[in-house]
């Protein structure tokens, strides 16, 4: 299984992804703005893999003025039929169709690790105007809550380790990384927080034993959480560098 490969895997589910993929916290978009330095509302922003356009929304939910970057085709038409006004660009953050300092603010919303940072980085600093602001955050699921620690555990004990792709942000030349962790949670059904777990690259793209871990998963849970709810525990790891002059 090649990182090219789960890449792709995504448009496969994505009407399954804008459904059950969690949001993000009000208190992120605060965080951001605090790093950046300056206000969300009127920044011009590129969202790169955008995906379904979660990130998206919320962005322009703060008077944000967005573009969506997705490469893949699945996505991209979700973007569209979710975000119907919202510019889209079919590209990656290896290459942006952007003109030079053209934007405020650069974000990756759990799709960093999708990007070669050696060509990614670059771009970046091509695309934002001087003072704008490079920002990359993730949803990982908090280990530090029992049962979720175990369900991890288990996953890794079937599929191995390296499963939940997040790469975090490095120090680059021309950008110093500022963070900030951010804990939240949802409450879902079992169902919701299973077809979740099934969109997650492991899953699409066709690892043997994938659909009896998820069969397997459900009764243990439904055991664990009879009424059938579960409260899923996420830290948001936030990352910002501001571009020098």
């Known amino acids: 299984m090649t990182t090219e490969s789960r890449a792709r895997s995504f448009s496969s589910a994505a009407a399954r992804y804008a459904?059950?993929?969690?949001?993000?916290?009000?208190?992120?978009?605060?965080?951001?703005?605090?790093?950046?330095?300056?206000?969300?509302a009127g920044a011009r922003v590129a969202d790169v893999g955008a995906g379904t356009g979660i990130a998206t929304s919320l962005l322009e939910a703060r008077g944000a003025r967005v573009v969506g970057v997705e490469p893949g085709e699945g996505m991209a038409a979700e973007f569209r039929r979710r975000n119907p006004r919202t510019p889209l660009v079919r590209a990656d953050g290896n290459r942006l169709p952007l003109s030079s300092g053209c934007l405020d603010l650069l974000t990756y919303a759990q799709s960093?690790?999708?990007?070669?940072?050696?060509?990614?980085?670059?771009?970046?600093?091509?695309?934002?105007?001087?003072?704008?602001?490079?920002?990359?955050?993730?949803?990982?699921?908090?280990?530090t809550v029992g049962w979720i620690a175990e369900q991890q555990a288990r996953i890794e004990a079937r599929f191995g380790p390296g499963w939940?792709?997040?790469?975090?942000?490095?120090?680059?030349?021309?950008?110093?990384?500022?963070g900030r962790h951010?804990?939240?949670?949802r409450r879902v059904p079992v169902d919701t927080h299973l077809a979740k777990l099934s969109t997650h690259s492991l899953f699409l793209v066709g690892e043997p034993g994938t659909d009896g871990f998820l069969a397997d998963e459900r009764a243990l849970l439904i055991r664990r959480f009879p009424d059938g709810w579960v409260e899923e525990h996420y830290v948001v790891e936030l990352n910002v560098a501001v571009r020098g002059a």
Do not use: C, K, M
């Open 182 to 185: 951010l804990s939240w949670s």
């Open 164 to 178: 939940y792709i997040n790469e975090r942000a490095r120090p680059q030349d021309g950008l110093r990384f500022t």
């Open 19 to 40: 459904a059950n993929r969690p949001s993000y916290p009000p208190q992120l978009f605060d965080a951001l703005a605090e790093l950046a330095g300056f206000p969300l």
């Open 112 to 143: 960093w690790h999708w990007t070669d940072p050696d060509r990614a980085v670059p771009e970046a600093l091509r695309v934002l105007r001087p003072g704008g602001a490079l920002a990359i955050w993730h949803n990982d699921p908090d280990v």
